[in-house]
């Protein structure tokens, strides 16, 4: 772990968890065994619900995880998919049918960057990008949605048939120089997740989702882990601290329940203000 960079302003102790809001529902939480994913599983967890981890690479992460979740008193489990492979989103959602009834909630969380300046940018990494960001989160909510269909409203758990949660980025709306794959990706989750809700919501079936600014995790080490870097990135961020990925999970175990339920087709920028042009705050 990387030693942390000194900040006059914290996230502070941990927050009590949400009160069990979700309990007896089934999530599926994808790239749910690191950084924000994972906080997303234990926030879920600890709201009640039983949380089936998709990963791809990192085995103990993901059944360390799970053992984890488990020791909360819910079912939890280790899924191994890629999500930009329409066989293994499909095999992945049957297995996790079978092994707990059905799914409630999807928090379609699975993302990476493939970073190059614009002509330097291959064609591997932009259909990579596209292919895991934006193509990934549209086969799982298919499946998802076949479900949620399949079933409709249960109404002891919860009064949508389901729910639906696209991790987005900041980058939907703030175009990102020698990003342009990982940019484009969060923009078309944008436009994907508005679409989805207004064909679904007559069907009950709640489409949201969460634009994270800056959070301290893998994805981005090299903006946080030194003074410098941190320093810098404080100069984006209105509210002066790093998001922590709990800040994420607090967000999605709410959005998830019935407490968010006439929330339909929105995205929740959780970013400490980035949004708000910090630039012009001194320069009107
Ligand atoms: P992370 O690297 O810690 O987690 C990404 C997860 O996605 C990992 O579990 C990884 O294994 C998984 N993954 C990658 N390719 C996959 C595939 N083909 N199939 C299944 N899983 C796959 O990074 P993170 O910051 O936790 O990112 C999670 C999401 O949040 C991403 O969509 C990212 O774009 C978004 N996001 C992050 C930040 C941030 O500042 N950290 C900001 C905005 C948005």
Redesign the pocket.
Known sequence: MTTPVASSHTAGPALPPLPALLTGQTAIV??????????VALALAQAGANVAI?????DD?ANNLAAQLTGLGILAKAYK?????EDQVAAMFASVIADFGTVDILVA?????RDAAFTQMTLAQWNTVL???LT?QFLCAREAVKEFLRRGVVPERSRAAGKIIC?????QVIPWAGHVN?AT??GGIHMMMESLAQELAPQRIRVNAI??????????TE?WSTQEAYDRLMTLVPYGRI?E?ED?GQVAAWLASDHADYVVGTTIFVDGGMTLYPGFATNG
């Open positions: 994808t790239g749910g065994n690191s950084g924000i994913g994972a906080a998709n990963y791809v690479v990192g992460a998919a890629d999500v930009s492979s969380n699975a993302g990476l960057q292919g895991i960001n990934g991790m987005s980025s900041v980058h990982y990706s969060k634009a994270p600014g800056a959070i301290r995790t893998p994805i981005n903006a998001g990925p994420i």
